[in-house]
């Protein structure tokens, strides 16, 4: 099984604020991963796929880069909105595994 | 795109469950369907996939002796069964359509089920 760990986390930051989360896979997912944004009570929003690619009507200050076992999200200047818990998720191999996530705060 | 989940349950231990998840708006076929839950306070874990196509379905080794995943193409909807449930497995449950441009990704999601299994 592939290990996804993110780091770090938790960040507490303000809005304005640039901010970069990591997820490291174990071993190397190509460019088959995800990011992914859940608020409480909320379904989970897909921000980023397959390692670089933003989502339908997401933001352009989401990004996301990498691309083996080493990947960033990167939010150039926070909004208010933007805090929550982050998600990273990989699909190169089964079983599908997701990181434990990074706490914006 | 939507889809559409059963509404919550509650279980006894030792018992079954069955989440459906209808989808609409978009050609079925052509696509798969993740089965995803998040116990309170967890992060997210997989639990298998099934393609709308034709029915093949793969599972994680942690649930492969107890989930059943189906489809039903006439009404297109698929369904999660979980059978010998135990406290561990309250959560809530989702189901997400994969496939299409992206490999890694599921823009769209169920709103959820809540399963409690509680004696």
């Known amino acids: 099984e592939i290990v996804l760990t993110q780091s770090p986390a938790t960040l507490s930051l303000s809005p304005g604020q640039r901010v970069t989360l990591s997820c490291r896979a174990s071993q190397s997912v190509s460019y088959y991963l995800a990011w992914y944004q859940l608020k409480p009570g909320r379904v989970p929003r897909l921000l980023i796929y397959d390692a670089s690619n933003r989502a339908t009507g997401i933001p352009a200050r989401f990004s996301g880069s990498g691309s083996g076992t080493d990947f960033t999200l990167t939010i150039t200047s926070l909004e208010p909105e933007d805090f929550a818990i982050y998600y990273c998720q990989q699909r190169s191999a089964w079983p599908v595994t997701f990181g434990q996530g990074t706490r914006l705060e | 795109v939507l889809l559409v989940q059963s509404g919550p349950e509650v279980r006894r231990p030792g018992a079954s469950v069955k989440v459906s998840c209808k989808a609409s708006?978009?050609?079925?076929?052509?696509?798969?369907f993740d089965w995803v839950r998040q116990a309170p306070g967890q992060g997210f874990e997989w639990m298998g996939w099934?393609?709308?196509?034709?029915?093949?379905?793969d599972s994680s080794q942690r649930f492969q002796d107890r989930i059943t995943l189906t489809v039903d193409k006439s009404t297109e909807t698929v369904f999660m069964e979980l059978k010998r449930l135990t406290s561990d497995d309250t959560a809530i449950y989702y189901c997400?359509?994969?496939?299409?441009?992206?490999?890694?990704?599921?823009?769209?999601w169920g709103q959820g089920t809540q399963v409690t299994v509680s004696s």
């Open positions: 997400a359509r994969v496939g299409g441009v992206a490999v890694a990704g599921s823009q769209f």
């Open positions: 708006g978009y050609t079925f076929s052509n696509y798969g």
């Open positions: 099934i393609t709308a196509h034709n029915g093949k379905s």
